[in-house]
Nanobody, 119 residues
Framework: QVQLVESGGGLVQAGGSLRLSCAAAGRTFSSYVMGWFRQAPGKEREFVATIHYSGGITHYGDSVKGRFAISRDNTKNTVYLQMTEDTAVYYC????????????????WGQGTQVTVSS
């Protein structure tokens, strides 16, 4: 089991940026591929990014490529998402196998953190 807790969401002004964090507790963090998803109002949950166990490989969804950056610090059991403004609830998730780009490939989920863009 692994427990995931996101933080860092909130109100961000248009043109701004934000860094989300996801802290993991439980079994060895480095044993998991980590990912971020998001769900905007009225839309399905969307894959954002994923990062390999050691952090050396990343993969992004087309809608965020070039704008978002995923990273991880295995010494702190934390994964990060540096993002520009896009309103949605952002979820982090943990998977066992690489390369997980659909929600069903993830085994554990956080509760989500809301990001709202203010104009």
């Amino acid at each position: 089991q692994v427990q995931l807790v996101e933080s860092g969401g909130g109100l961000v002004q248009a043109g701004g940026s934000l860094r989300l964090s996801c802290a993991a507790a439980g079994r060895t963090f480095s044993s998991y591929v980590m990912g971020w998803f998001r769900q905007a109002p009225g839309k399905e949950r969307e894959f954002v990014a994923t990062i390999h166990y050691s952090g050396g490989i990343t993969h992004y969804g087309d809608s965020v490529k070039g704008r978002f950056a995923i990273s991880r610090d295995n010494t702190k059991n934390t994964v990060y998402l540096q993002m520009t403004e896009d309103t949605a609830v952002y979820y982090c998730a943990a998977a066992i196998s690489w390369l997980p780009i659909s929600a069903r490939e993830y085994n554990y989920w956080g509760q989500g953190t809301q990001v709202t863009v203010s104009s």
